[in-house]
């Protein structure tokens, strides 16, 4: 059928509405409907079937574009803006369709509009033959009539002009080739390093940076301390801490002072009570040779008759009281002695208890010490802790940014520093669907650098085509157009010089690559390859 275009005015319509042959299918239904008329902002399809989609709701469509007998069909979204029941029939307005397939639309709809595209009958084979006319009248300076005495210097002018402009386009399209069939440039690469962010382990501050950005560092190097405010107030808790330790320690030992010397005073005492009780002992004891000699009289005078029983049973009483009080006064004694000798200086006995603390605040002591001791390595293993929270240079390298300044407030999960390895740097080149496939794994390429003016070897080491197609929320992959650069390949250096430009190439710089490009046609690659062994 003959293809209608309709046209509106400007201010209407901002695309050409056209009415050649779509099939619109909403996603899910099974209804393939031909649509009333499309542009580049939606579809209006009549006569659908189901119920219609309400106005304002968020549809999926799959478009099918038929085209010299082949269907092209894609996926797409679009918004309800308008529905008629009664015909069944509604309006989309397209709201996310793919570049590609715009790109697709709009050149169907252009070709139809100017005329260039129509039905395979109706094309018409139009052949133009161009008719140069050819003079019949004689050449007016014949060769026999006048002689040739000049040298054409104007034609050898010309001739050379022209040659030369032969050679420069010749050759010129001699490079464009080779450089196209046989190489591939490609200007979207950049230089690549390993690259390693070290992120704040919590709320806190900077209190010491020690380095500067461009600072080489060595691996495990610190440069930033780090101080969490809750880690810092612990550290001067445990510091109020070892303080009032020491401050009861030093109280402990004053009272130890003072009862030590308590406990001078009281062995003094101890050591005259024992002398009085000595004393008391030897009067006893005397008390006693006295008993005795009186016992030795009285009886020596019973038998000569000058005293009597009762006399001698007195003496002998006093004999026995005597010998009681001394061998008491010896058991006190003895027993003062012992006690003396097991707590001089710490304890003192009055005859009812034990007076003195000497020994609970020995123990005291003791324990305040072992106290302050613990404190201690509590305070340590804070600053341990401090020094683990410290930025320390993952490896040998250069410092690339430090986002905050000595002193900065910084929250958990900021970005404090960020290091570049020295080595293992490379080339990543983005390039097209069509161009990595002329890639291939080892290839030895040429590596361009525009800002220093140099040039070096490399090869390529890794190729990633969907590099570009990863969606990082849904975890899948989708397909882009050929014209975007998704696909990744990386290379590494190959030359020796490599490490005298290592201070010069930094991460980030443009590159240019030249690739030895790959046939994709396995013909004319086993044919290329054939040529290759042969002459190269």
């Given at each position: 059928?003959?293809?209608?275009?309709?046209?509106?005015?400007?201010?209407?319509?901002?695309?050409?509405?056209?009415?050649?042959?779509?099939f619109v299918r909403v996603l899910g239904s099974d209804h393939r409907l031909r649509?009333?008329?499309?542009?580049?902002?939606?579809?209006?399809?009549?006569?659908?079937?189901?119920?219609?989609?309400?106005?304002?709701?968020?549809?999926?469509?799959?478009?099918?574009?038929?085209?010299?007998?082949?269907?092209?069909?894609?996926?797409?979204?679009?918004?309800?803006?308008?529905?008629?029941?009664?015909?069944?029939?509604?309006?989309?307005?397209?709201?996310?369709?793919?570049?590609?397939?715009?790109?697709?639309?709009?050149?169907?709809?252009?070709?139809?509009?100017?005329?260039?595209?129509?039905?395979?009958?109706?094309?018409?084979?139009?052949?133009?033959?161009?008719?140069?006319?050819?003079?019949?009248?004689?050449?007016?300076?014949?060769?026999?009539?006048?002689?040739?005495?000049?040298?054409?210097?104007?034609?050898?002018?010309?001739?050379?002009?022209?040659?030369?402009?032969?050679?420069?386009?010749?050759?010129?399209?001699?490079?464009?080739?080779?450089?196209?069939?046989?190489?591939?440039?490609?200007?979207?690469?950049?230089?690549?390093?390993?690259?390693?962010?070290?992120?704040?382990?919590?709320?806190?501050?900077?209190?010491?940076?020690?380095?500067?950005?461009?600072?080489?560092?060595?691996?495990?190097?610190?440069?930033?301390?780090?101080?969490?405010?809750?880690?810092?107030?612990?550290?001067?808790?445990?510091?109020?801490?070892?303080?009032?330790?020491?401050?009861?320690?030093?109280?402990?030992?004053?009272?130890?002072?003072?009862?030590?010397?308590?406990?001078?005073?009281?062995?003094?005492?101890?050591?005259?009570?024992?002398?009085?009780?000595?004393?008391?002992?030897?009067?006893?004891?005397?008390?006693?040779?006295?008993?005795?000699?009186?016992?030795?009289?009285?009886?020596?005078?019973?038998?000569?008759?000058?005293?009597?029983?009762?006399?001698?049973?007195?003496?002998?009483?006093?004999?026995?009281?005597?010998?009681?009080?001394?061998?008491?006064?010896?058991?006190?004694?003895?027993?003062?002695?012992?006690?003396?000798?097991?707590?001089?200086?710490?304890?003192?006995?009055?005859?009812?208890?034990?007076?003195?603390?000497?020994?609970?605040?020995?123990?005291?002591?003791?324990?305040?010490?072992?106290?302050?001791?613990?404190?201690?390595?509590?305070?340590?293993?804070?600053?341990?802790?401090?020094?683990?929270?410290?930025?320390?240079?993952?490896?040998?390298?250069?410092?690339?940014?430090?986002?905050?300044?000595?002193?900065?407030?910084?929250?958990?999960?900021?970005?404090?520093?960020?290091?570049?390895?020295?080595?293992?740097?490379?080339?990543?080149?983005?390039?097209?669907?069509?161009?990595?496939?002329?890639?291939?794994?080892?290839?030895?390429?040429?590596?361009?650098?525009?800002?220093?003016?140099?040039?070096?070897?490399?090869?390529?080491?890794?190729?990633?085509?969907?590099?570009?197609?990863?969606?990082?929320?849904?975890?899948?992959?989708?397909?882009?157009?050929?014209?975007?650069?998704?696909?990744?390949?990386?290379?590494?250096?190959?030359?020796?010089?490599?490490?005298?430009?290592?201070?010069?190439?930094?991460?980030?710089?443009?590159?240019?690559?030249?690739?030895?490009?790959?046939?994709?046609?396995?013909?004319?690659?086993?044919?290329?390859?054939?040529?290759?062994?042969?002459?190269?």
């Amino acid at each position: 059928m003959a293809v209608q275009v309709k046209r509106e005015r400007p201010d209407q319509r901002r695309h050409h509405r056209v009415t050649a042959p779509l099939f619109v299918r909403v996603l899910g239904s099974d209804h393939r409907l031909r649509a009333h008329d499309w542009s580049l902002g939606g579809v209006r399809v009549d006569g659908y079937p189901d119920e219609l989609p309400e106005i304002g709701s968020e549809i999926g469509l799959q478009i099918t574009l038929p085209f010299q007998g082949f269907d092209i069909a894609f996926e797409c979204e679009g918004r309800v803006t308008r529905r008629v029941p009664a015909e069944g029939s509604y309006a989309v307005e397209f709201t996310k369709i793919g570049d590609r397939e715009r790109s697709l639309m709009a050149h169907f709809i252009e070709d139809l509009v100017r005329g260039m595209m129509s039905p395979t009958e109706d094309t018409i084979q139009r052949i133009d033959v161009p008719i140069t006319p050819v003079s019949t009248e004689p050449d007016p300076n014949p060769k026999n009539v006048i002689k040739e005495t000049r040298i054409p210097v104007r034609q050898i002018m010309w001739a050379s002009v022209y040659a030369a402009l032969g050679f420069m386009v010749f050759g010129y399209t001699a490079l464009v080739l080779y450089s196209n069939l046989f190489r591939m440039e490609v200007q979207t690469a950049v230089v690549s390093a390993p690259i390693i962010e070290v992120q704040a382990q919590g709320d806190g501050n900077l209190p010491f940076v020690r380095v500067n950005v461009g600072d080489r560092v060595e691996a495990g190097e610190t440069t930033i301390y780090f101080a969490d405010y809750d880690l810092e107030k612990q550290i001067d808790m445990a510091k109020l801490q070892i303080q009032e330790r020491e401050a009861e320690l030093n109280h402990l030992l004053q009272k130890r002072a003072g009862e030590l010397e308590k406990m001078t005073e009281y062995a003094a005492v101890e050591i005259g009570d024992i002398e009085r009780v000595k004393i008391d002992v030897e009067g006893l004891d005397a008390e006693h040779d006295a008993a005795g000699a009186r016992l030795k009289r009285v009886a020596k005078l019973q038998k000569e008759g000058l005293a009597t029983k009762t006399q001698v049973e007195e003496a002998n009483k006093w004999l026995i009281a005597a010998r009681s009080k001394l061998e008491a006064k010896k058991i006190e004694m003895k027993e003062q002695i012992r006690i003396a000798d097991a707590g001089i200086g710490k304890h003192y006995f009055n005859g009812r208890e034990f007076v003195g603390d000497l020994n609970d605040l020995d123990a005291n002591i003791k324990l305040a010490r072992y106290q302050i001791s613990l404190s201690h390595q509590s305070h340590e293993a804070l600053l341990k802790h401090r020094e683990r929270l410290a930025a320390k240079a993952p490896f040998t390298g250069r410092v690339m940014a430090l986002p905050f300044p000595e002193n900065a407030p910084v929250r958990k999960g900021d970005v404090i520093a960020v290091f570049e390895k020295d080595s293992d740097r490379r080339i990543i080149a983005y390039l097209t669907q069509d161009e990595v496939l002329k890639v291939a794994m080892g290839d030895k390429a040429s590596v361009y650098f525009p800002a220093l003016n140099a040039s070096l070897r490399a090869k390529v080491t890794s190729i990633d085509r969907t590099s570009g197609f990863k969606t990082e929320i849904s975890r899948r992959y989708s397909w882009r157009g050929a014209e975007d650069r998704s696909a990744e390949v990386s290379l590494e250096f190959i030359d020796d010089n490599t490490t005298d430009t290592a201070q010069k190439i930094t991460p980030g710089m443009p590159v240019v690559v030249l690739f030895e490009a790959q046939s994709t046609n396995p013909i004319l690659a086993a044919i290329w390859r054939r040529v290759s062994s042969l002459f190269l």
